[in-house]
C-alpha cells in the first residue's frame, strides 16, 4: 500500500481526534458543570444547554474513527496486533456512535435529585445503555491502543507511534485506573475524588494517542 494510499486513514484519524476533544471547548464556555468532578459524558445530557453541540461531536468522532478503523482493517495484513488494534478502534468507534444516540438525561454528579432517581432505578433506560456503551467504548479504545503501540514496534512502522506509544499506554492505563476508582468511589456515596480530571485526563490522552497515529499514518506506509 502506498503513502498516498494511506492518508485518507490518517485523515478520518485525524478529524476523529479532533471531534473527540470537543469537551475542551468547556474551558472558554460556561457550561455549569465542574470539570474537576463531573463525567465528561454529562456535557452531553439531555439537560444540558450544550448537550445538543456535544452528542452531535461524538458523534462525528465515532463515525470518523469506526470508519477510518473499517478502512484499515480491509487493507492491513493479517497480522494478530494490527488486526486486534484495528478491530479495538472498531469497536470504540461503534460504541461512541451509540453513547452519543444513548445520552444522560441528567447530571447524576451535580443533581442530588437526579442521582437519587438514578439509585432507584426511576431514570430512562438510557442511563443504563450509556454505561455500557461507554464501557464497550473504552474497553476498544484500550484494546486499540496497546494492541497497535505493540504493533508500532514489533513490526517496525510508524516510527512517532513506536517511539511515544508506549508512555501514552502507561499514562492511558493509570487514568482509567483514577477513573475506575472515582466512579467506584461515587457510586459507594464518597464523593467523586476528582472524577471529573481523571476521566478528562483519560479521553483526552486517547485523543493523543489517536492524533500520534493519524500523524504515524501518515508519513509512512499502512504496514509494512
Same mark, same amino acid.
Given at each position: 500500500?502506498?503513502?498516498?494510499?494511506? #492518508?485518507?486513514? +490518517?485523515?478520518?484519524?485525524?478529524?476523529? +481526534?479532533?471531534?473527540?476533544?470537543?469537551?475542551? =471547548?468547556?474551558?472558554?464556555?460556561?457550561?455549569?458543570?465542574?470539570?474537576?468532578?463531573?463525567?465528561? *459524558?454529562?456535557?452531553?445530557?439531555?439537560?444540558?444547554?450544550?448537550?445538543?453541540?456535544?452528542?452531535? $461531536?461524538?458523534?462525528?468522532?465515532?463515525?470518523?474513527?469506526?470508519?477510518?478503523?473499517?478502512?484499515?482493517?480491509? !487493507?492491513?495484513?493479517? #497480522?494478530? &496486533?494490527?488486526?486486534?488494534?484495528? /478491530?479495538?478502534?472498531? @469497536?470504540?468507534?461503534?460504541? $461512541?456512535?451509540?453513547?452519543? #444516540?444513548?445520552?444522560?438525561?441528567?447530571?447524576? %454528579? =451535580?443533581?442530588?435529585?437526579?442521582?437519587?432517581?438514578? $439509585?432507584?432505578?426511576?431514570?430512562?433506560?438510557?442511563?443504563?445503555?450509556?454505561?455500557?456503551?461507554? *464501557?464497550?467504548?473504552?474497553?476498544?479504545? @484500550?484494546?486499540?491502543?496497546?494492541?497497535? %503501540?505493540? +504493533? +508500532? #514496534?514489533?513490526?517496525?512502522?510508524?516510527?512517532?507511534?513506536? !517511539?511515544?506509544?508506549? /508512555?501514552?499506554?502507561?499514562?492511558?492505563?493509570?487514568? %482509567?485506573?483514577?477513573?475506575?476508582?472515582?466512579?467506584?468511589?461515587?457510586?459507594?456515596? !464518597?464523593?467523586? &475524588?476528582?472524577?471529573?480530571?481523571?476521566?478528562?485526563?483519560?479521553? @483526552?490522552? =486517547?485523543?493523543?494517542? @489517536?492524533? =500520534?497515529?493519524?500523524?504515524?499514518? &501518515?508519513?509512512?506506509?499502512? *504496514?509494512?
Amino acid at each position: 500500500m502506498s503513502r498516498f494510499d494511506s #492518508r485518507p486513514l +490518517a485523515v478520518l484519524l485525524g478529524l476523529g +481526534a479532533a471531534a473527540y476533544t470537543a469537551w475542551v =471547548v468547556e474551558v472558554v464556555l460556561w457550561t455549569g458543570l465542574d470539570p474537576i468532578r463531573t463525567y465528561v *459524558s454529562e456535557l452531553a445530557a439531555a439537560d444540558q444547554p450544550l448537550g445538543g453541540l456535544f452528542r452531535a $461531536t461524538d458523534l462525528a468522532a465515532g463515525a470518523l474513527l469506526f470508519l477510518g478503523a473499517l478502512w484499515a482493517l480491509a !487493507r492491513t495484513p493479517r #497480522r494478530p &496486533w494490527l488486526v486486534a488494534g484495528w /478491530a479495538g478502534l472498531a @469497536l470504540f468507534g461503534g460504541a $461512541t456512535v451509540a453513547d452519543s #444516540r444513548l445520552p444522560l438525561s441528567c447530571a447524576p %454528579t =451535580v443533581d442530588p435529585e437526579c442521582a437519587a432517581r438514578e $439509585t432507584a432505578g426511576l431514570v430512562p433506560a438510557t442511563h443504563t445503555a450509556h454505561a455500557w456503551s461507554s *464501557s464497550l467504548a473504552m474497553l476498544g479504545a @484500550l484494546t486499540g491502543i496497546v494492541a497497535l %503501540t505493540v +504493533a +508500532a #514496534r514489533r513490526y517496525r512502522q510508524w516510527a512517532p507511534l513506536a !517511539r511515544l506509544g508506549p /508512555a501514552l499506554v502507561v499514562l492511558e492505563l493509570a487514568a %482509567t485506573a483514577w477513573t475506575l476508582a472515582s466512579v467506584a468511589a461515587f457510586q459507594a456515596g !464518597r464523593g467523586t &475524588w476528582l472524577l471529573g480530571l481523571g476521566q478528562r485526563s483519560q479521553v @483526552l490522552l =486517547v485523543a493523543i494517542w @489517536l492524533a =500520534v497515529l493519524a500523524r504515524s499514518v &501518515w508519513r509512512e506506509r499502512l *504496514s509494512v
